[in-house]
């Protein structure tokens, strides 16, 4: 095989070996770009063969990039494959069958994850299946410099779906996941009031590639509509259409956790934060003035 794995890590000792091990028999090189874990991560994975390489975390795109242009990768594909995620053996096998066939044109791989939460897969709600373009050709792909929600940008020739599975499938608690999302909330909080103010460059990039026509459209009714309407109406009416319209009900209990939490629960917290920043910075006109205080109040590294 002639890929190459990179996975961000920061103290992720429950899921590296896990991640490593799906991708053992398809990948040539694996490169773990570490944010200087304090746990056993890092020997973890150097004990598995994969090359670790620490750097500094900004945000996770970044990060990415960074890894793009630093790591000594030399195989002709890429993957992008986060430390809690997983490739079964049945997408493996296809990946090991049909990336070397394909044509010269074809310079991405879409991939189809699903969500596994509290020990149930989470196929409604407008979760599964969510189709991510995560394998390209070196050279071919860059990650979209963002806050938040960034995708792999395609260059130079058309994407290819493979089926099989792909999970997504974080073993820490609910109390980790509360922790990652208000993380979470901050930063896309950070990317809405740029939108809404041009503090610093923003990469709008993703257009109609197949691998993120879907992120796409999303994107388009989340910025230029969403985000336009009161959290304390949009977010109950995201949560009600998600259960209601996309089925979201049939995940069971599990299922209204998670839509609880993710759809309504933490979209209620990024407008609530949108509205707390907004009126921090409120009279204040000069943008790198305005970034100095969000960097404060965030303790996120905001530059121009």
């Not at 000594?72 to 049909?98: G, H, K, Q, S, Y």
């Not at 759809?263 to 943008?287: H, N, Q, T």
Request: proline share 2%.
């Amino acid at each position: 095989m002639n890929l190459a794995v990179v996975i961000l890590t920061r103290n992720e000792e429950r899921h590296i070996s896990r991640a490593l091990a799906s991708v053992a028999g398809i990948a040539r090189e694996v490169f773990v770009i570490d944010s200087l874990s304090t746990d056993h991560t890092v020997d973890i994975a150097r004990a598995a063969g994969a090359t670790v390489i620490q750097h500094e975390f900004i945000n996770y795109a970044r990060q990415f990039q960074w890894a793009l242009d630093n790591a000594p990768i030399t195989a002709e594909w890429i993957m992008r494959l986060d430390a809690d995620e997983v490739i079964e053996a049945d997408l493996a096998a296809t990946i090991r069958e049909e990336l070397p066939k394909l044509a010269p044109d074809i310079a991405g791989v879409n991939l189809k994850r699903k969500h596994i939460f509290l020990g149930r897969w989470i196929r409604h709600g407008g979760r599964y299946p969510l189709v991510l373009l995560r394998i390209w050709r070196r050279g071919q792909g860059r990650i979209e410099d963002r806050w938040m929600d960034e995708h792999i940008i395609l260059s130079g020739g058309r994407a290819v779906t493979f089926e099989g599975g792909f999970a997504d499938c974080n073993l820490n608690d609910l109390t980790f996941f509360i922790d990652k999302h208000n993380k979470y909330a901050t930063r896309e909080a950070i990317d809405v009031i740029n939108q809404r103010r041009q503090l610093f460059r923003r990469d709008v990039d993703l257009v109609t590639q197949e691998g993120s026509r879907r992120a796409a459209v999303t994107r388009w009714i989340k910025e230029n509509i969403y985000n336009h309407i009161s959290y304390r109406i949009s977010a109950p009416g995201y949560f009600l259409f998600r259960v209601i319209f996309q089925l979201g009900f049939l995940d069971g209990k599990e299922g209204l956790v998670y839509h609880g939490l993710q759809g309504l629960w933490y979209r209620f917290l990024v407008g609530a934060k949108v509205e707390e920043l907004e009126l921090a910075i409120s009279g204040i006109e000069d943008p790198q003035l305005i970034r100095a205080e969000l960097r404060r109040l965030t303790g996120l590294a905001i530059d121009g």
